[in-house]
């Protein structure tokens, strides 16, 4: 069926404020990635959920910084008191088998602007 | 301290022309190497793969090549074509560690002028 399904696509937030982003990984895909793209960079990794395991949250870049995946489902990213360095185009992925040789499906991201 | 570096932003070729992308490595226990393709206000979508008990992959117009004792590889187009245009990602991984973690470079822009 669909792709991987990010929303919104864009979000403008004041510093300070908190924001959600959500994404719909492929069905039937057991692991989901999150990774983030900032202006000038390449992909940097945030967090990974794969089944009923504990995610691996080696890549959050601070407590401000926290996401949740639902059984195999729906996974949202939360930044709490979001400030100008967290601008960036958040990206989620996910895979079938939850390796890292197993090629990850993209959404088409969430591009965020604090002000 | 970047573990995947590519080290060209930018790169032009004339259409029909070979296009060759580089990517440089520092992690000896990186086992399995990818290159992704991004169009602008997309996610990156899977190109090719290589294990490293391989030195060349081969699909279609692309071959990767990799070279472990130098810790380097590239991604070969023939013939560039204009829809290649886009940005290309090497991305990393290392069996062993969180299997998630792909470990991606900036990027090099690839334009395929007509």
């Known amino acids: 069926g669909a792709g991987v399904s990010q929303s919104p696509s864009n979000k403008v937030t004041e510093k300070g404020k908190d924001v959600e982003l959500r994404c719909d990984p492929i069905s039937g895909h057991t692991a989901l990635y999150w990774y983030r793209q900032r202006l000038g960079q390449g992909l940097e990794f945030l967090i990974y959920f794969q089944g009923n395991s504990a995610p691996d949250k080696s890549g959050l870049p601070s407590d401000r910084f926290s996401a949740e995946r639902t059984g195999e489902s729906v996974s949202t990213l939360t930044i709490q008191r979001t400030q100008q360095e967290d601008s960036a185009v958040y990206l989620c992925?996910?895979?079938?088998?939850?390796?890292?040789?197993?090629?990850?499906?993209f959404g088409n991201g969430t591009r965020l602007t604090v002000t | 301290d970047q573990q995947v570096k590519q080290n060209s932003p930018s790169l032009s070729v004339q259409e029909g022309r070979i296009s060759i992308l580089n990517c440089d490595y520092t992690n000896s226990m990186f086992d399995y190497f990818l290159w992704y393709k991004k169009y602008p206000a997309e996610g990156p979508t899977f190109l090719i793969s290589i294990s490293s008990i391989k030195d060349k992959n081969e699909d279609g117009r692309f071959t990767v090549f990799l070279n472990k004792s130098a810790k380097h590889l590239s991604l070969h187009i023939v013939p560039s074509q204009p829809g290649d245009s886009a940005v290309y990602f090497c991305a990393a991984s290392a069996e062993g560690r969180s299997q998630g973690n792909l470990i991606f470079g900036k990027g090099t822009k690839l334009s395929v002028k007509p």
């Open positions: 992925a996910s895979s079938l088998l939850g390796q890292g040789i197993s090629p990850l499906h």
